[in-house]
Nanobody
Framework: QLAESGGGSVQTGGSLRLACAAT????????LGWFRQRPGEQREGVAT???????TYADPVKGRFTISKHTATRLLYLQMDNLEPDDTAMYYC??????????????????RGQGTQVTVSS
């Protein structure tokens, strides 16, 4: 139901845009978001967008990342600018009934894609 694309390798300060293809039902009715995970570490929430368009960002990415969605094409986006080496991780899109639950149950979100790798070199 969710499939990411757009990852890659960039240098510090570069930009990438991730996309996530979703079903119409998820785009219309669920909180959608991005989390990232580094090997051996827990999931880290990055950003969410609620059904009403309200966005929430984790502190490390505020001012650098922008989450958006396009309902007609059923795509979720994550625009990542001014990338840093610490942004290197596998990025996943995930859906949950509401955004409070999305952040609360981050470590257990099951409705997610397969991930796309982002690598930022110094």
């Amino acid at each position: 139901q969710l499939a990411e694309s757009g990852g890659g390798s960039v240098q510090t300060g570069g930009s990438l845009r991730l996309a996530c293809a979703a079903t119409q039902y998820l785009v219309n009715s669920y909180c959608l978001g991005w989390f990232r995970q580094r090997p051996g570490e827990q999931r880290e929430g990055v950003a969410t967008i609620a059904t009403d368009g309200t966005t929430t960002y984790a502190d490390p990415v505020k001012g650098r990342f922008t989450i958006s969605k396009h309902t007609a094409t059923r795509l979720l986006y994550l625009q990542m600018d001014n990338l840093e080496p610490d942004d290197t991780a596998m990025y996943y899109c995930a859906a949950e009934a509401n955004c409070d639950a999305w952040w609360s149950f981050l470590q257990h979100l099951a409705n997610r894609g397969q991930g796309t790798q982002v690598t930022v070199s110094s």
